[in-house]
Each structure stands twice: as structure tokens, then as C-alpha cells.
């Protein structure tokens, strides 16, 4: 079995990432790190690996991490900066879930994250680990930059209309909607049981940290700069990201253009489905799975054309994507443990 | 004290107008007719009124109903069609809580509720019960229509907005999401906790029979056809309605202008409370409560306006404008019972 | 209007206070104080009271305070004991919502609450507020304690039957479920929405501080010392207390007798309500209203007496309770504003 | 790959069976049949299932059953009775998810469950599919009859006490908690999700069907008939069961001998965890796996012994259990496809 690391093991992602690797056929959870844990069990955090995985949290210690064939950097944004460079200084490969290394443009980070970047050389050798976009160099990566929740669920459907050509470039407006475990596993007020069961709202309403992740995506498969207008939820759930996409077909363009796209893209893509009318995807039927499902409808009134997409924002949104990416560089199949 | 009789009392807006009444300084719930449940007190249905309103149900009787102050019709779409006019015959004022008497246009009806509407002389009679625009007119009307949930939240931030020419009539989107109780008090799959708990989706998408009712408040605000897109969702919670919309600025209009307009237009409002940054509306604000809850963002990089309102449905939404207007229909205070 | 103070206005039960209190025909929330947020509007930390109550909260003025005419406590256990006093010295009528002054026997607060209670005179002089049981000693008060919500529960239903004689006063059992909002409004990893939603626990099992007040209110009931098994448990839901009760009949003790008896000592009690087979108390039935809702089944296999109660933990079980204490020290109808 | 037959799929129990069976190293869903559904996709009635599982719902034709290497009967409790027989004499191994084969007296069907039992052969004949009690007479049935979901809560912590004479046999009193999952996936009036979230209550207080269940299963053990109290109640989740069980310690018993038992009784099971001190069973912790997690407390106040289980009712509960069981039958490893 080959041994994987995973520094920060005590987040949401964290967990899933063990909880995902316990059930892979080649890789196991191996070396776990935890600043506030260190000394404990991730049995003792998370009960329910009591007599699966019994690991021991340590602080991070560089050369142990080394010693296993896979690195998970699972730890908060602003963090990941300091510790992946150290990491790859191990010489081994690494999957980073934070949002550390995943802009291109530097100069987005004091703007969006509210820190300058001090690694320019690393971000222009990570890939973006979306594998559906990105195998063949994810394969050769180095270091993998997992993408974001929110922008998984908007560019698996975006990027190939928008590649293709089929709808306008401007005019992009994503409504998204989260479940609870996306805003991690610090008690807050917001997501204090009684003030979150019970309610629906907005967050961040154009200023979310996402929204440059998906617009270099988006700009990426145009062929031109792309600005969107990118408005978060929060939904009285656990689990599952619903976002739902508004943009303009190009004229001449109709359901069976697009239909088809999707069909020849995602032909062959074990994690994509394309559900047929009059299916809608809800975050149910991807709950715990590296699912995403996408379904669309064109608005004969209006002229606009209304994607909508369901992932499970811990799996194919985290660490599913993460161990999907972890199978490409390692050469394994790319759906081991995932399916 | 005056009477009320509410046809079809056992629904989530009977229910709510009940509950509503019961608290009123001058109206007391009096007749409530049932034809499921006929025979039964309202109190082995919802035991919460237990002690509080034994009522009995019963089969419609219009002469019953026309010896109140007040008839609320909370009826299906398409069976108010054939009751309100019997109400109305018994000379009394009606209320109706349905969507059958709400759409100006008798053609709208067979494309998106299914049916030929047969009382076009009521369609012209009713008043759009929506008390922030048409006061007046409910005052007088033996027969007012109130509104729907959806509409209600988009029409109340909306409406002024294209009154005042701050914003485009074209190409508005609406993004809105409410509570499993605006599916009614029936047991379908799709509602069954299981099915319905830790999950969310869009519904109707592009076929929503509330669009054409949006779409003819707007389109009167703006003096010009508003087609507009709107897309509904559900979210695991009970009660709540929050929308998201958004619009263009008119060149030269900015924030400022939009805060000013709406501090004008809604000073006097008793029901209506425009939030300051960065206060952004949330279903639990107002949550059994007959407030709409409005607040803005300008996002600078698109130029597209974002509005988002959270109102309760079955308050605002539905059994609490209801009474609103019932207030000043009868020459009551407003709020009274609502505040 | 008469006028009310809150200290400790920001906690769950501080906000049920000002809630009922702002329907309330002859009392208005007045004075509201908070260590954490002073100089902040209590309408910035519930916007729910938005444009309803703006009142700014301030750090505790004793002398403010005194100018009102009742003082609600509504601070954290140990907290209280320190400050009632100088609340008394005011001058004014107390209810103190903690569990300061509940146990008559101060040894038991070292024991149950780990501190050393610092006040044995006030101990002493305290009423404990439960109207039911203690309408006329409340009348009379300074100070009254006012329940614990699990205690209020337990000691509606069971202390008629101990102090009729009809159940045995051994080996009852109190299996107890509360809503998260009883864990006050402190996030904390155990009530994080994603560990609580989906999830249902016991927790403090055999050591509930609670269990110490329901067997003083038993013991005296019951003319002798009783002590009992009580066990709490945590229900994915904001609001609502569910207790199932297990006792013995006495011999010759019948379903019957249980019926006239609870129908006699509840006659005239607004807020008991006694359920007729076959229904049986749900929360939500009692959510958001000061009702304590009763039902019983008597197992003829076992000889086993079940006894069923619901709450609102916030109302009977806290604020409500607290408002009906103050209704009868300050002579106005005990329903005011409750009903 | 064997063959796996569902006779009734679309149930819950039916579709977590198909859910663990296509994680399943040696065993595939071959047949599945509804009545309702037939002729349609199990992927058009459970979405998640879509391409992973397309197998298209059939009648039940009791040849194509018996082609399978095994057949899950997940049919209604009375519908069984009668289509279990079919399926033995198709030769083929039997594992009943149902009630009907579960009580070794047929006397008691018309008590509990309503209905004459028409096969009292089977009755005899059906083996209980509790592996941890009945391993080598699983693995010889013919028939298995699964364990309900409360009783298995039950039985997997209190049958070691009772057969080592740890406890006393009387005055067992369970107060046992389920997600809304168990009611099963036809939509009614008590489980739509307005009238559940927010919710809890006790129902078929002294009269639920698994009292008899579980009352065989611990008079077995006690060598003498056990008569107790069992009361269940509804949490508004979507799966667990967590039950409370309240006993008597027989003089001279203490905690430790009680660990000591649990630690060798279940030192070899691979799905029971016994949690130290300070841990408390939580139904999270065991959702979507075939785990028991236990626990209890001594309360030297009164004498009682505490003991708490979690279950996933799905899972340990239904179609785990019942995996479980098919593989001591196939002679698989009891724990392939389960952890």
C-alpha cells in the first residue's frame, strides 16, 4: 500500500480525506498532523474512525511527511503559503485544498484574500487540479492546486460551453448555494445550530474569494477575460453545493447544440452526469460521492440558458477531487476508491 | 369583535390566518369550512389551538359565510375560481388567498395554470392586494387577490425601483428560494423529510406559474412589457422566502440613488425595513412576522445591481398580507394584529 | 406602560424576554444590558427586532435598573449570585432566569454547579417560580427563581401525582430531549450546525445540574426524600423540550384516577392542557407559546405509568414562565401577554 | 460475481441493500423487482444511483429470483408471509427484512402486528439474524429473518448482561430515538417535512411491534421471560437510531464488570465498539456504516445502570445486518462490503 500524509487532518476536508483514502485500494492514510490535536487520537476528534484509523496527530514534521508517496496540504488559506514550499522541499508530491495556489495573478491575492503573495515561482508551477480540464498536466504536476467548492460546480458546466463557443462570454451570473460544513469546522455564530437550522441567506454578496478562481477558469476556456457576478448562500444542510448559472446563448445556438456538447465532453468522464429532462440535479443525489450532475433548460422568453450543477462540496468539491487528482499523479486508476 | 370566516381553514395559510386572527384586537376567526375535514374541530387537525380555537369545520355554507365581516378564501388554485364568486353573491368582502384571481390577462391562465379562466369580469373587479401599492384600491374592493409568496418578495423591492426608471426593464433574473411549507400541507414524495432534509434543488425552472404574475406588476412599474426569468427553489426548512435578483443600473445611477429612492418610497411602511451595510436579509429575521426585509449591493466590477429581500411565506407571503388587507378593507388599523 | 428591565439581554432567553415583552399589553422592555455588546442596538444582534425595539444595551447601571418596575435576570449560572443582590438592594422585584437561586440546600451547588454559593439567605428567601404550584408565595416575592426549563417539564405533570399519593416516589425515570437553543447562543463545537444537524446524542448522562431541582420540587411533593434518574439529550431542533416519564402506580391506581386527578388540579390553569387519547405532546405543537402539554398511557404488561410532557424551552421553559411570574407579582392578569 | 436478487428495491431498506451491494467485492444487485415501479430504471426512482446502477424494476418472477445467488426480501411486514415461501421453494437462500419471520410464536402476530400468521413452519424454522449472537445457525439457514432496527439497538448491548446475570431481568425500561428513515419512504402526513423538523415526539407509546421482537431476544438470554417497557420516539433526522436503556445492577455488580464482560464478549466483533469514558454513543458517528457504538453509566444515586446504543437504522439496522448476514451464508468474510 502506498502511504499518504495529510497535514491539517483535522478540518472537514481533512476527515474526508481520511474517511475517503480508509476505503481506497492502494493508498492508506498514513502520517496525520494537527497543530491544536498533536497528541491525539483522529479517533478521539472524529469518533467515527474509532477502530478504522487510530492514528495519532502529530505536529508537522517535514521529513516524516516526506516519507510517504502523497502529500494532502489540507490547512486554512494563508497558511498552505508557508508549509507547501516546505513540503515539495521533501521532494515528494503534493495536493494542495487551500486557495494558496490556485490564482495565476499574484496580484489577486491582496485583493481577494487579503494577503500578498510571497511564492510567485510556485504559482506559476502548480496546476489547477480540475481533471476533467487538466489531466495530462496534473499527471506531471508537481504540485496540485485543488480547486475551490464553488468553482468546481460552475466550471465542469461552464468551461466547455464556453470553449465551444456556444454562449456569450459576458453577462455570467452564478447563484450558488452551500451547505453549512463549507464554512469549516470552527464554531462561529453564524453556524451556531439555532441561528443556521431554520434560516436562509446570502454571504459575501460580490466579494467572495471564489469569484477570481472561477473567472481565470472561465477566461481561460473564452479565450478572453471573463467578469461574472458570483453571489454565495448559505443552506440549513451539512453537505452539498446547488449552483445555479445564468448566461446567454450565442444566436443560432439551441438545447440540442448544447446537449450534444455535453455529451461529446463528458462522454467519457466516470464523474460527470448529464441528466436528461425532465431530471434537475439535486445535492442528495450526490451526497458523499465525487459526483457532479448537471442538467440545463433554455428560456425560450427570455433567450437565456439556466445551468444548474449538484456536487457534494466535501467530495468532488474537496477531497474527493483531491484523491482524484492524488490517482492521476501516482498512476493509479483514476476513479480507485472514488467509485 | 368582527367575524371572520376562513374557506378552506385546514391548508398552511388557513392554519396561519387562524393563528393570526387569534391574536387580532378586533377580528375573531368565527367560521371555518373544511371539506376534508368537516366535522372535526380545527384543533384535532393543528393541535396547537388546542384551548385556544375549537372551532368546528365545516362544509361550505355560504349563507354561514356571509353572516361574517370578512371572508378569506384559502382554496387550490383553480377551485376559488368557482367558490369566490358564490362568496361575493353573499354580498360580503373577499379576500383570496389563491392565484385565480390575480393575473390581469385571462389568457395567462391555460399557460400556466392549466385551466380556462371562466369569471374574466372578476379578473377585471380584483385588486392586486399588494397594501405598499394599492391601498386605495384595497379599501374599496369587494374583492382583493393577494398575492402571491414569490411575487411579494420581487414586487416590494422591485416595483419601485422600475417606477422610478433607476434600473432596466430588461433582463432581469430572479434567484429565489423558500421553505417546503410553500408546497402546501399534502404529503408528496418530494416533500417527505427524508427526501427533502439535507438536500436542495431548483423546481419549475423556466414554468414557474408566479412569472407571469411578477411579470405584470413589473411591467406596470416600468409603463412597458417586463419578461423577466425566474427561477424557484426549495430549501430544507419550514418557513422563509429569499430572493435574489438582479438588474442593471440605468447609466449615472448609483447606490446612493437606490438608497435614497428607497427611503422615500417605504419612509411610512410599517412592514418594510430596508437594511443598512452590511446587514444582508435572512429568513430568520423575520420569520412568523409579516416584515420584508430588503438590502442592495452595486458590484462595481460587472455593473449589475444584486437585491435580495427575505420575507416569511406564510406571513407576508400569504395569511399575513392577507390580513393586511382584511385591516384596511374594514377601515382597521393596518397592523393591528400584525405587529 | 410599566417598565422592564433585562440584565443580560443578548443570551437566547434575553431575546425571548424582549420578544414577548414587546407584545405585551401593560410592560415594555426598557432597560438592557449586556457585558459583551454594550454601545451595540440589541436590533444589531437580533435583527429580528429591527425597527420593533432599538434599544442600545448598556453595561449594568444598578441604579438604571432600580428605576424600572421589574428587574429580569438573564445571566449565566454563577453570575447571577453575584449580581441579584445588588438588583434587590435597588429595591425592585426580581426574576432571576439562572440557576442561582433555585436549591434551597446550599450544599448541593458545590456538588451540581461546582461553586460555593456565596448567598444562603436569598436561598432561603427566594420563591421558586413555578405559578402552578407557588401562585400565591410568587405574589408575595422579592425575589423568584424561576425554573429550569427540564425541571418546569418534569414538576408540571409529576408533582400532582406524588403529592395525590397515586405514584410510587422510587425509581422514576426522566428520559428528557431538548431542542440546541437550551445550550445557549455561545458557539461551541458540539452545537456547530454540521456536528448537530443529522446527529442525536445523550449527553451529561447521570450528572444533569437539573436533576437536583427536579428532585427538590418531587421530594417536597412527595413528603419524602426522592431521588430519580434523569437523562438529557440533544434533538437536532432549535426549540422544544420532550420529557417521557416512567413511574409506578400505587396499587389500585388507574388510568382514571389519573385523569380526574390531573383534570381537577389543572381545571383552571390556563397553560396546562391535558391531551386526550390517542393524541400525544409534540414539540411543535407547543413552539413558541407558553403551553405545557400532558398525555399518559399506563402499560398494563409492565404496571408502568408513562407520562409525556412538551415545552418550549425558551418560553415555559425560560422567558415565558419568567413573564408569568412578573404578571402575578405586578398584579396584571397572569396571561398577559401570553395568550 | 454472484448474483444478488432485491424483491421490493424501492423501498429504503431496498435501496441502501443496492447501495452496499455495488461497493461489494464479491456480490452484485442482479434482480430487482418492485410492483409499483416496474418498468422503470432503479436510477429513475433513486437517482444517486445513476450510472453506477440501471437495472430496470421488474414484477417479481420467482424463477428469475431463484437464478440468484441469494434474495433479499425488503417487503412490507404481511406482504412477506406470503411471498417468502415463493422464493424458498426457488431453492435459494432467504434473508427476510421483515417482521414476519422474526417471533417464534405465532400468537403473537395478532397482538402486534394485526395479522394471523399463516406460516408456522417458517416460524420455526427461520433463523434470527443477529450475527453476534447466531453466527453458525446464520450460516446454515435457509432462511434469515433480519433483526428490526430498535430491537437490534436493543439486543447488541443487553443480551450479554442478561446471559452472564449482570442485571436483574425485570424493570428494563428502553426509551429508544429513530430518524424518520424508519417510517419508510411512502410519504404521510407525520413525516412531510413541515410537520416534522422542528419536531419530536413519542408514538405507539406502550404498543410498538418491536416490543415482542426484543423481548424474545432478551428472554432467550435471561433463561426466563423478560417483560420491559419499550417507548420509541421520531427525531427530525433522516437516519439513526440512538437507544437509551435504563436496568438494574444486580448486588454486587460494578462498572468494571460490566466493561470486562463487554471487552470479551465483543472482543472479536468487527462492528461493535464499546467507548471509554467520557464518550457517549452519538447516531453521527455511525451513519451510513454497520457499526454499533456502545456505552453506559453506573448512577450510584439510584442504583440504575445506563446503557446507550447507536445505530445507523439503514445500516446495522436493515440492509447492513442484512449483508452481513448473506455473508456468513455465502461464506464470504462477514465483513466484506461493510467496512
Known amino acids: 500500500m502506498l502511504k499518504a500524509a495529510i497535514v491539517g487532518a483535522t478540518g472537514y ?36 474512525f474509532r477502530g478504522r484509523c487510530e492514528l495519532t ?22 497558511t498552505s503559503l ?32 487579503g494577503y500578498e503573495h510571497r511564492q510567485p515561482a510556485l504559482l506559476t508551477e502548480s496546476v489547477y487540479g480540475l481533471p476533467e480540464q487538466n489531466r495530462d498536466a496534473i499527471r506531471k504536476a508537481r504540485l496540485v492546486a485543488n480547486p475551490g467548492c464553488y468553482p468546481t460546480s460552475v466550471q465542469l458546466p461552464l468551461i466547455p460551453l464556453l470553449q465551444a463557443g456556444l454562449v456569450e462570454a459576458e453577462d ?12 469549516g469546522r470552527t464554531p462561529k455564530q453564524a ?8 434560516n436562509f441567506k446570502a454571504y459575501k454578496v460580490t466579494g ?18 471573463v467578469t461574472l457576478l458570483f453571489t454565495p448562500h448559505l443552506v440549513p444542510m451539512i453537505r452539498g453545493i446547488l449552483s445555479t448559472m445564468y448566461l446567454r446563448l450565442k444566436p443560432g445556438v439551441d438545447a440540442e447544440d448544447i446537449t450534444a456538447l455535453y455529451r461529446k465532453v463528458y462522454a467519457g468522464e466516470p464523474f460527470i452526469r448529464l441528466l436528461p429532462e425532465p431530471y ?21 422568453r427570455t433567450g437565456r440558458l439556466v445551468v444548474i450543477s449538484a456536487i457534494d462540496n466535501l467530495v468532488k468539491g474537496a477531497a474527493g477531487q483531491a484523491v482524484q ?15
Open 13 to 48: 476536508t481533512g476527515r474526508e480525506l481520511v474517511s475517503i483514502l480508509l476505503c481506497h485500494p492502494k493508498v492508506r492514510p498514513f502520517y496525520l498532523t494537527s497543530d491544536s490535536f498533536a497528541g491525539k487520537s483522529i479517533a478521539e476528534i472524529y469518533p467515527q
Open 57 to 78: 496527530l502529530e505536529k508537522l514534521d517535514v521529513e516524516k511527511a516526506g516519507a510517504c508517496d502523497i502529500i494532502f496540504a489540507a490547512l486554512p488559506h494563508g
Open 82 to 113: 508557508d508549509v507547501v514550499p516546505r513540503l515539495l522541499a521533501a521532494g515528494k508530491k503534493v495536493v494542495d485544498l487551500s486557495g494558496d495556489f490556485r490564482l495565476k495573478d499574484a496580484a489577486l491575492y491582496p485583493l481577494w484574500y
Open 172 to 183: 455570467i451570473i452564478i447563484d450558488a448555494k452551500s451547505g453549512v460544513s463549507g464554512a
Open 191 to 198: 453556524y451556531h445550530f439555532p441561528e443556521c437550522a431554520e
Open 208 to 225: 467572495h474569494q471564489h469569484t477570481p478562481e472561477i473567472e481565470q477558469g472561465l477566461s481561460a476556456a473564452a479565450g478572453r477575460q
Open 280 to 300: 434537475l440535479p439535486e445535492t442528495k443525489d450526490v451526497s458523499g460521492t465525487n459526483f457532479c450532475d448537471l442538467a440545463f433548460r433554455v428560456d425560450g
Open 325 to 339: 487528482n492524488m490517482n492521476i499523479m501516482l498512476n493509479l486508476p483514476e476513479t480507485a476508491g472514488l467509485i
